[in-house]
Nanobody
Framework: QAQLQESGPGLVKPSQTLSLTCTVS??????????MSWIRQPPGKGPEWIGY???????NYMPALKSRTVISRDTSKNQFTLQLSSVTPEDTAMYYC????????????????WGKGILVTVSS
C-alpha cells in the first residue's frame, strides 16, 4: 500500500513555473508496473489528467499541456515531480498525484493510490 503526499507552493505568479513534489511512502517508485501521474481539478470543473512518468521512466502528457509540462522522478528520494511552466490563472486548480498499475504494456489501469491534493493559485 503506497501513501502519497503532495507539496509545493500554494501561490504562483503568472508566467512563472509551478513546481510540485509527490513523496511516496510504503512502496518504492521503482515498483514494476507503476504509472505515476499528476491530475488537476480547476474550481467548478472536472478532473484533468496532466501526465505521467512510469516505473521505467517513460513519460506521456496531455497534448494541450505537453509543451509546458515536465514530469520526472527521483528514485533516491522516492519522489516524483511536476513542473508546469508559463502558468496563467487558468492553471489554478487542486493538483493531485496518483499511482496506477500497468494493466498491459504501456497502459495504466485505474488510479489506486492518491494524495490528498494541494491547491495552487496562479495570481499576481
Amino acid at each position: 500500500q503506497a501513501q502519497l503526499q503532495e507539496s509545493g507552493p500554494g501561490l504562483v505568479k503568472p508566467s512563472q513555473t509551478l513546481s510540485l513534489t509527490c513523496t511516496v511512502s510504503g512502496r518504492s517508485i521503482t515498483t514494476t508496473g507503476y504509472f505515476m501521474s499528476w491530475i488537476r481539478q480547476p474550481p467548478g470543473k472536472g478532473p484533468e489528467w496532466i501526465g505521467y512518468v512510469t516505473y521505467n521512466d517513460a513519460t506521456n502528457y496531455m497534448p494541450a499541456l505537453k509543451s509546458r509540462t515536465v514530469i520526472s522522478r527521483d528514485t533516491s528520494k522516492n519522489q516524483f515531480t511536476l513542473q508546469l511552466s508559463s502558468v496563467t490563472p487558468e492553471d489554478t486548480a487542486m493538483y493531485y498525484c496518483a499511482i496506477a498499475w500497468e494493466i498491459r504494456p504501456g497502459v495504466p489501469g485505474r488510479y489506486d493510490y492518491w494524495g490528498k491534493g494541494i491547491l495552487v493559485t496562479v495570481s499576481s
